[in-house]
C-alpha cells in the first residue's frame, strides 16, 4: 500500500522558516516513474502547486516562490522535505505532498495534509 | 504560468442529476488535462489523466473530454458521495497549474 505522511510545525511566526517533512511508503523516491511534490491550499482557497522533485533529483518550483523555497529528499528515510523561508500570514494552509505518476503525468496519491499557520 | 479556469465556482444539485464543470486554460494544452475531487478534511482524489481517461477505481459516471483549451468534466448521475470540490490541473508544463475549483453542494 503506498502511504505519504506529512509532518510539520502547527504554528510559526512570521519571518521564520517552515519546514515540512513527507514520509513515504509503498514506492522508491528512486524510482523512475515515481516523483513527489508539495501542495498547499490556503483557508477557503484553491490548490497551489509548490515545488516538485524526480527520482533522478532534479528540481523544479513554483515561480513566483522559487527564491523562498527548497525541496531536498533522502532516499534513505524515503523522506522528502520542503523547506520556505521567511514566512508570513499568507503563507497559512494545509500543505500536501503528493506523488506524481510519470505515466498519466498526476498525482495520484496525496498525504492528508498537515495544517500550518503563520501568526505573530 | 499556465492559467487554468473553471466554470462555475459552484453549482448545487441533487442526487440523480447530471453535472457538467468546465476547464479552459490559457493556452494550448493539448490533452494534458487531469481532474480531482476533494473533500474536506481528506487527500484529495484523482479522478482522470489525459482529458478523458479514468484513474483505476473511478465509477464510470465520471467521464471527461476535451482537447486544447476547452474540457469538461461530468458526473452521468451525480450520487450522495459526489458532493465535493472539483479540480482540474494541467500536466502540459512542469510548472503544474490548478483551476480555482468547482464545489458542488447539495440542491
Known sequence: QVTLTESGPVLLKPTETLTVTCTVSGFSLSDSRMGVSWIRQPPGKALEWLAHIFSNDAKFYRKSLKSRLTISRDTSKSQVVLTMTNVDPVDTATYYCARHEGMTGGFDIWGQGTLVSVSS | DIQMTQSPSSLSASVGDRVTITCRSDQDIRTF???????????PRFLIYGASTLQSGVPSRFSGSGSGTDFTLTISSLQREDFATYYCQQAYSTSWTFGQGTNVDIK
Open chain 2, 33 to 43: 488535462l487531469n481532474w480531482y475531487q476533494h473533500k474536506p478534511g481528506k487527500a
